[in-house]
């Protein structure tokens, strides 16, 4: 059943107080002009609560909050849109660069990669679909830790199954290689699928953020699009204080962070750019391996 917002008295001050307590809340931005859209995410979320009106859900979420409250608003307003091989240039530096030197700084010890907004898990998957053909796996310890603030993003990603929607860019020899065809779905296979774990993490709360913000190099790409520089600051605020004195913030080609951080700084690595925190430096020749191609 579809819910209108008009029906529920999303109107005047109610909007504005609901999205100013979701903006606090998640991080997430809205406009006067998202009114609508916001509301019609929601509406389904304020009948099932019982409630009468936006008014009435706007009190139940800012006083009296259920366990799982929160974790369904950001269900409703989550954008899913993401897909394997996305933005490649930049995470063929992070495996064909980074990886090389930060093994050779750490002698030994686990290199952990950070994917802060993975979505239905599509961008690990390409990390360690990288570094699988690279044959790191098999010559230093490397996690790869994913997160999202969507509970029904990361049900997906730990399922691990895909449409077609997402091999939009993956070659097809990857494709064959990494995963496995059921009823028009296919599978991540069991060997690359364990290479990732996931977790739900809101990128606003700097207690979730500290758990792996520590991370050498974090993948932040694509959300800070959908931030007011009041929440990128919030998150930017514990990479800062977090991250290792040498390590690496990759956001996505549309999104900046100058003039919003001193701590890092914006370099061009093997083409593609990446936010370098400290002394963390790329060596002047790329790891060397043989990949496909996205047409």
């Not at 989550?78 to 093994?103: F, G, K, S």
């Amino acid at each position: 059943m579809q819910y209108r917002a008009d029906s529920l008295g999303l109107v005047g001050h109610v909007t504005t107080l609901l999205m100013d307590l979701i903006h606090e809340q998640l991080g997430l931005h809205y406009t006067p002009a998202d009114a609508d859209q916001v509301g019609d995410r929601l509406a389904p979320l304020v009948v099932a609560r019982g409630l009468a009106s936006f008014m009435d859900y706007y009190y139940v979420l800012k006083y009296t909050p259920g366990p799982d409250d929160w974790l369904k608003v950001m269900d409703a307003l989550a954008v899913q849109e993401t897909y394997l091989w996305r933005e490649i240039d930049q995470l063929r530096a992070v495996v064909d660069h980074l990886v090389p030197a930060l093994i050779t700084e750490q002698r030994g010890r686990p290199l952990r990669i950070w994917s802060s907004a993975c979505a239905s898990g599509e961008e690990p998957l390409t990390v360690a679909m990288l570094l699988d053909e690279a044959g790191w796996f098999d010559r230093a310890p490397i996690e790869i830790v994913a997160s999202d603030a969507s509970p029904v993003a990361i049900a997906r990603a730990r399922k691990g199954d895909y449409t077609q929607r997402s091999f939009r860019n993956l070659p097809p020899s990857l494709k064959e290689k990494y995963f496995v065809p059921r009823d028009g779905h296919w599978t991540v296979i069991p060997d690359l699928h364990r290479r990732v774990s996931y977790d739900l993490v809101n990128l606003v709360a700097e207690d979730q953020v500290a758990r792996y913000a520590s991370a050498s190099v974090i993948l932040c790409r694509n959300v800070f699009i959908y931030f007011s520089d009041r929440s990128i600051r919030r998150t930017l605020t514990v990479f800062e204080r977090e991250m290792p004195s040498a390590s690496y913030l990759c956001v996505g080609v549309s999104e900046s962070l100058l003039r919003r951080t001193s701590v890092f700084d914006l370099q061009e690595i093997g083409g593609a750019f990446v936010y370098v925190k400290g002394a963390a430096k790329a060596p002047d020749q790329p790891w060397r391996f043989n990949v496909g191609t996205a047409s």
